[in-house]
């Protein structure tokens, strides 16, 4: 039990302080800078109250480097200015691989070596930060300003939760000046923009700019309220203490006084290490819970960055490797639609070739009608575009300065470009379709045909979009079924098809004969059976003739499935047209492991929805979903009043506050592992 007795005298009073700001800084320093908790938040807020009430009771305890000032402080008029002992420089880019080169061949030329070492770290999108600590204790924080002086944001940096207020460790020099960058991590900025939508006050537009915003408050109980983050990269002064020999070691040492440093640094062999590193980050990076906008090459012995020394206001020695932009500027030249599988008709913009995110941009979805109306982009408008990795380019909003007088409205075409057929708009959707069906309009066969093949389908191995059009324009194929009615001859007559590649296509659809129930349900292209749907939908019937008869009631029964998507299934299965598809399909020879119906109330957590939001500790999403999913329950995407629980972990977003505001139950992971053993 904690010893609460703020009646004890004073010096017994200042060791059970100390030993509660230790404590408290321990378990800090596990939960927020190595991720990795080492008492339960209950616990840390007792051990915190503990300290703040004892803190209370007697002022002349309080230290300057206690964990309960963090909490922000009465509003600045204007921030102090700071001058930075050493300067904080910018650095040199490069965006191509022969800069990369041409920088390698500098240093070691520079060096007279044949080959260099170079730290790698992630080009954080933030701001960067000089933090000053003395004799360990955090006394005071300043952005980087022109570089030779900054703005003093110390109130504002003691909230930021990861950065310690007292180095840890035997090392501590009695001064160091600690260079980083302070970002906000993604869910953390879509929880703020949720909460900021919520209070009717602007939107930040990205990460960086709520960071921004987020530190440039003269009130720090705002900061207080805004989960930012920092990461060490770099030192300015340093006393009482050498400086490690190299860039690596300066950030192990970092990690070793507490202070937070990316687990994604590394060391590289020369300039073919550096790309070989670019090209895995470039690929990945969109799994980072920040943003980055490059990384950043440093040669790592300080003697050899000392030899090499600056050139202006950037080192020699070090490099920033941009990503390609993410966002351009152009024009939209028309705006025509396109039909989608199940009829939908989405308007999209044909831009003036533009080269964002590392490829060039021809088109650019506008969604929707309403959307095009919201964003008012017309025709002849100059427009910003995005496209954020794979992510489908898109049309942000338009310049108005740029706007010509003669730009045009979009109108929505009454009849569908492909077949003619009416286009219609239900008033519950925001979607307007082509009434023509897959029958009449060959731009849904083609949907459809691509969609039964995709990789979450039948995932028929190089089957893909053009081939698919010249399949359908030539009329070899109607439906799917058609594809296994397919020859050798036919398919190597096709352009761009050697004999090679016919035959492949031919194995991968021999090959996707053998799949699983689900997938076969995925594939069929249902309007509204999604991935999940279709799993629940092959376990709650476990075979095909079951489903291929189920009323609406019958379906109702499965945990996924509402009244709306019941009625799409059931339209589905009354339709002849799509009864002969699924009987010519299993007569091509598909086939999957057919099982009993399963009786759902066996499973003790049916109809039970769970949604997951953050990081667990342990478990990795997949894991959790399939525990769940094993128990009988569902996993969704979004919180509603039907959840039964929310499962939420480091970084819970909007979802978590969503939660909280319908009161829907929240749990960690510990708690959802008792509830599936309880059970
Ligand atoms: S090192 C002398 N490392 O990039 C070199 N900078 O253009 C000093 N940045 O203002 C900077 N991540 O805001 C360094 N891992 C990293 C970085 C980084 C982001 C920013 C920083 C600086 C700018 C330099």
Sequence with gaps: MMQCDFSASLPDGQARAAWLRSELNRHG??????DNPSIPDAEYDKLFSELQALEA???ALITVDSPTHRVGGPPLPQFAQVTHSVPM?????GFEEGDILAFDRRVKDGLQADQVNYAIDLKFDGLAINLRYENGVFVQAATRGDGATGEDVTANIRTIRSIPLRLRGTKVPTLIDVRGEVLMFKSDFST????????????????????????????????????????????GALEGSDLPESHSALLDWYADLGLPVCNERTVVKGADGLLHYFRNIGQSRMQLPYEIDGVVYKVNRFVEQKTLGFVSRAPRFALAHKFPAEEALTTVQDIEVQVGRTGAITPVARLAPVFVGGVTVTNATLHNEDEVARKDIRIGDTVIVRRAGDVIPEVVSFVPEQRPSDARKFLMPVSCPVCGSPIVKLEEEAI???SGGWIKCPAQRKGGVMHFASRRALDIEGLGEQLIEQLVDK??????????????TSLAALERMANKSAQNVLDALEKSKATTLARFIYGLGIRHVGESTAKALAHHFGNLDALLVANEEQLLAVADVGPVVAHSIRQFFLDPLNVELVAQLRAAGLHWIEGPQRAPEIKPHSGKTFV??????????DAAVEMIEAAGAKVAGSVSKKTSYVVAGEDAGSKLLKAQELGVAIIDEAGLLQLLRES
Excluded: M, W
Excluded at 89 to 93: A, F, H, Q
Excluded at 612 to 619: D, F, K, M, V
């Design 432 to 434: 307007a379709r082509c």
């Design 475 to 488: 009329h070899a194929i109607t439906t799917a079924a058609d594809l296994y009615k397919l020859g050798f």
């Design 89 to 93: 420089l910018s650095l040199n880019n």
């Design 192 to 235: 703020l923009n949720a909460r900021q939508r919520e209070l009717g006050q602007k939107e930040f537009a990205n990460p960086r700019n709520a960071a921004a915003g987020s530190l440039r408050q003269l009130d720090s109980r705002i900061t207080a309220q805004r989960t930012l983050r920092f990461f060490s990269y770099g030192i």
């Design 29 to 34: 320093h596990a939960y927020y800078v190595l």
């Design 612 to 621: 997951l939001t953050g990081t667990l500790p342990t478990l990795t999403r």
């Design 57 to 59: 009771a007697h002022p």
